[in-house]
């Protein structure tokens, strides 16, 4: 392992919660503790992928399904769970693999992958299963994301550094609105394929594996037909 990169993983555990504000008071409904997702998969100089922000793992409690309840082992996995009725899979590392990396010609093996934020974020179905299981104190903050983005684009930099990707891909309208600090309509406008600068380093901005998914909006087709193409003919330009 390179030192920068444990270097920066041990920093960023440390003091990245505290960085951006994050409530010191939030930890899953079991006790866990809500760590900082660091980079595992840090392929140096190639390409890297930068999400929005990690998943958890999820159990039902006492008729409460999908309760969030621990992290995840790694920013886009594909760990295998118990979740204490059935076992699970974390899907998010499938997604990746299948609707956006197959498709734009990149291997995972060949990628630095991360989130901007870096912690689970609670939507408001979550707080009020734990309100509901008399846990009081943890509110939703998915709606916070903008300012905790703004607040982690430090750290994103810092892999950056280390990294030295030859073109860093961002997924979904967020991501990209944090990054380039336009409006969420210009933002979806960029999601095309094409290399955009930003600091003197080349990106490429893709719909959401998320939205990929659903079957009735135009992003799959348009993904399949326009946007994939364009941005595998450019990374291919560039690695």
């Given at each position: 392992?390179?030192?920068?990169?444990?270097?920066?993983?041990?920093?960023?555990?440390?003091e990245?919660?505290?960085?951006?504000?994050?409530?010191?008071?939030?930890?899953?409904?079991?006790?866990?503790?809500?760590?900082?997702?660091?980079?595992?998969?840090?392929?140096?100089?190639?390409?890297?992928?930068?999400?929005?922000?990690?998943?958890?793992?999820?159990?039902?409690?006492?008729?409460?399904?999908?309760?969030?309840?621990?992290?995840?082992?790694?920013?886009?996995?594909?760990?295998?769970?118990?979740?204490?009725?059935?076992?699970?899979?974390?899907?998010?590392?499938?997604?990746?693999?299948?609707?956006?990396?197959?498709?734009?010609?990149?291997?995972?093996?060949?990628?630095?992958i991360?989130?901007?934020?870096?912690?689970?974020?609670?939507?408001?179905?979550?707080?009020?299963?734990?309100?509901?299981?008399?846990?009081?104190?943890?509110?939703?903050?998915?709606?916070?994301?903008?300012?905790?983005?703004?607040?982690?684009?430090?750290?994103?930099?810092?892999?950056?550094?280390?990294?030295?990707?030859?073109?860093i891909?961002?997924?979904?309208?967020?991501?990209?609105?944090?990054?380039?600090?336009?409006?969420?309509?210009?933002?979806?406008?960029?999601?095309?394929?094409?290399?955009?600068?930003?600091d003197?380093?080349?990106?490429?901005?893709l719909?959401?594996?998320?939205?990929?998914?659903?079957?009735?909006?135009?992003?799959?087709?348009?993904?399949?037909?326009?946007?994939?193409?364009?941005?595998?003919?450019?990374?291919?330009?560039?690695?």
């Amino acid at each position: 392992m390179n030192a920068k990169v444990t270097e920066y993983q041990k920093k960023c555990f440390k003091e990245y919660k505290t960085s951006i504000q994050y409530p010191s008071n939030y930890t899953y409904l079991t006790g866990a503790s809500i760590n900082p997702l660091v980079p595992i998969e840090t392929t140096l100089n190639k390409v890297m992928i930068v999400g929005a922000y990690p998943t958890a793992k999820f159990q039902t409690i006492h008729k409460h399904k999908d309760t969030p309840i621990a992290d995840i082992d790694a920013p886009f996995s594909n760990q295998i769970y118990f979740d204490g009725s059935r076992t699970r899979k974390i899907l998010s590392g499938d997604e990746l693999n299948e609707v956006i990396l197959k498709q734009i010609g990149v291997n995972r093996k060949d990628c630095w992958i991360t989130n901007l934020v870096k912690v689970f974020l609670f939507k408001e179905g979550h707080a009020a299963k734990y309100n509901n299981l008399d846990r009081k104190d943890i509110k939703e903050n998915r709606s916070q994301f903008k300012e905790y983005a703004y607040r982690s684009i430090y750290w994103l930099q810092n892999e950056i550094a280390i990294c030295q990707p030859k073109v860093i891909i961002l997924l979904g309208v967020d991501v990209t609105q944090a990054i380039f600090k336009g409006s969420k309509t210009k933002s979806t406008t960029r999601l095309t394929g094409e290399i955009f600068k930003n600091d003197n380093q080349n990106h490429i901005c893709l719909p959401h594996p998320g939205i990929l998914m659903r079957k009735h909006t135009k992003w799959p087709e348009r993904f399949r037909n326009d946007i994939a193409p364009l941005a595998k003919h450019n990374i291919s330009n560039m690695l």
